[in-house]
């Protein structure tokens, strides 16, 4: 009933930048885009899937982890149903399959939808 789907993953060099976008669509029995929590989230070879960036519903609370606070902005458009990480000044532990997520509730209940996941590799 909802999907996810990221664009924008790629092969840049060091202090390069690189704009991830996911379109999502469908809605669930009791709620729409709008009202779901957003987050990006990476998974480098051999590591755990680790949180990058959260926006909550209405954009009022964002959260990064450390090593990209600073570097990457998550940021929403309800109008047309998708979200956006602007990463800069990439480098080289960035390197990781990026995804984006969507929870959303349908009563009372949380589920998490999840994209199929886009490279992005960063070089020196």
């Known amino acids: 009933q909802v999907r996810l789907v990221e664009s924008g993953g790629g092969l840049v060099q060091t202090g390069e930048s690189l704009r991830l976008l996911c379109a999502v669509s469908?809605?669930?029995?009791?709620?729409?885009?709008?009202?779901?929590?957003l987050s990006w989230h990476r998974q480098a070879l051999g590591n755990e899937r680790e949180r990058g960036a959260f926006i909550s519903r209405g954009g009022g609370s964002i959260l990064y982890i450390a090593s990209v606070k600073g570097r990457f902005t998550i940021s929403r458009d309800d109008a047309l149903n998708r979200f956006a990480l602007e990463m800069d000044n990439l480098k080289v532990k960035d390197t990781a399959v990026h995804y984006c997520k969507a929870e959303a509730f349908s009563n009372g209940v949380m589920t998490s939808f999840w994209g199929q996941g886009t490279q992005v590799t960063v070089s020196s």
């Open positions: 469908g809605s669930t029995s009791e709620s729409t885009f709008s009202d779901w929590a």
